[in-house]
Nanobody, 120 residues
Framework: QLVESGGGSVQAGGSLTLSCVAS????????IGWFRQAPGKEYEGVAT??????PTYYADSVKGRFTVSSGKNTLTLQMNSLKPEDTAMYYC??????????????????WGQGTQVTVS
């Protein structure tokens, strides 16, 4: 189970921190990341990691502004210099039988309920 928190409304240029807490999982190598969906648009991978090591994926639109970090059972997304186009529902997602870094939403089969981010 994945539970997100930390969304809200902020003015352009502001910051927000999203948190995702995972429960009921078996520690190991898996993929986990943040996705977002704006109204009328498809899911977009924001940042994903592979716990087995390697680089972190960031969407070009968030590079230099967003930072993802992971703890024992948490995933955090620090969002700085927010823009109106960052407005979306943000989801934490995971796949537990992952063998490498993945960035596409269809690969991830465990999803949180989402948290809304609105930038005005």
């Amino acid at each position: 189970q994945l539970v997100e928190s930390g969304g809200g409304s902020v003015q352009a240029g502001g910051s927000l921190t999203l948190s995702c807490v995972a429960s009921g999982y078996t520690p190991g190598r898996y993929c986990i990341g943040w996705f977002r969906q704006a109204p009328g648009k498809e899911y977009e991978g924001v940042a994903t990691i592979y716990t087995g090591g390697g680089p972190t994926y960031y969407a070009d639109s968030v590079k230099g502004r967003f930072t993802v970090s992971s703890g024992k059972n948490t995933l955090t997304l620090q969002m700085n210099s927010l823009k109106p186009e960052d407005t979306a529902m943000y989801y934490c997602a995971a796949r537990v039988d992952c063998l490498r870094l993945e960035v596409g939403a269809p690969v991830f089969n465990i999803w949180g309920q989402g948290t809304q981010v609105t930038v005005s």
